[in-house]
């Protein structure tokens, strides 16, 4: 079977005309009854409604449109598989391809979808480099997936970077799930936390002894996992000297 999305003719909205509503509300109803549907549909008509408006816009199944549009901190926002997937399947480029530039492990190390229209004119999308990482702040929000799986988090958001660039009309003006994890700005809690974590990490960079690290873990007891793996390395290199 395969993967790529179901390219269909965008139509018109189902709000048009009084018969279109009628029509589409009755398909609604149908819909939200499945048990297949995820959980922000499933019983919910007007989200259903909404899901099938989205679909019939730019031109692919309600069913995938569902499957794929999350509700992110209040907003709705795309999975970057589905992105990448409605690119490669929309007819309008060669499939999307992923170019790593400059040095790894420094700022202007980054990546970049690439591909080629129907013409065969070379399209790249922005740079998403160290860099831009950490000038954004995205590397430093709690539970960052920039820390635990890097690459991958380079190539979902030089797709959403390419989509909103070269197909905005797909993406419909919407972020990536990832896009908006990382835009969200941190509550007086979570910011109270990262402020405590750095202190921690702070303190463990300049531990000397084992009784610096039992002092530090008293006063920290509830370290995250990072700040875990920083208080066992440190014991380790402690225990070679």
């Not at 965008?10 to 709000?15: E, L, N, Q, T």
């Not at 795309?78 to 990448?84: H, K, V, Y």
């Not at 492990?105 to 860099?131: F, Q």
Request: proline share 4%; aromatic share 10%; glycine share 6%.
């Amino acid at each position: 079977m395969s993967n790529e999305i179901q390219a269909y003719k965008p139509g018109a909205s189902i709000f048009s005309t009084l018969e279109s509503f009628d029509h589409w509300q009755r398909v609604a109803i149908m819909m939200a009854k499945s048990s297949l549907l995820p959980k922000a549909y499933l019983g919910n008509v007007a989200n259903t409604m909404i899901a099938i408006e989205l679909a019939q816009r730019i031109g692919i199944s309600p069913f995938m449109v569902m499957q794929n549009l999350d509700i992110i901190h209040g907003k709705p926002s795309w999975s970057s598989t589905f992105i990448i997937a409605a690119l490669n399947s929309c007819g309008r480029f060669e499939p999307v391809r992923f170019v790593f530039e400059g040095v790894k492990g420094a700022d202007d190390y980054g990546c970049r979808a690439v591909t080629k229209d129907k013409e065969g004119l070379i399209l790249k999308g922005p740079l998403v480099s160290w860099g831009m990482v950490k000038a954004e702040g995205w590397l430093d929000k709690s539970g960052s997936k920039w820390r635990t799986m890097p690459e991958l988090m380079f190539h979902y958001r030089a797709a959403s970077f390419f989509g909103r660039l070269y197909a905005p009309d797909i993406l419909k003006g919407m972020h990536s799930v990832e896009e908006i994890v990382d835009i969200k700005k941190p509550t007086a809690e979570e910011s109270e936390t990262n402020e405590e974590k750095n202190r921690a990490l702070n303190f463990i960079e300049k531990a000397e002894t084992i009784d610096d690290l039992e002092m530090i873990e008293a006063g920290f007891p509830d370290m995250d996992q990072q700040v875990q793996d920083a208080y066992n390395l440190k014991t380790e290199q402690i225990k070679v000297e």
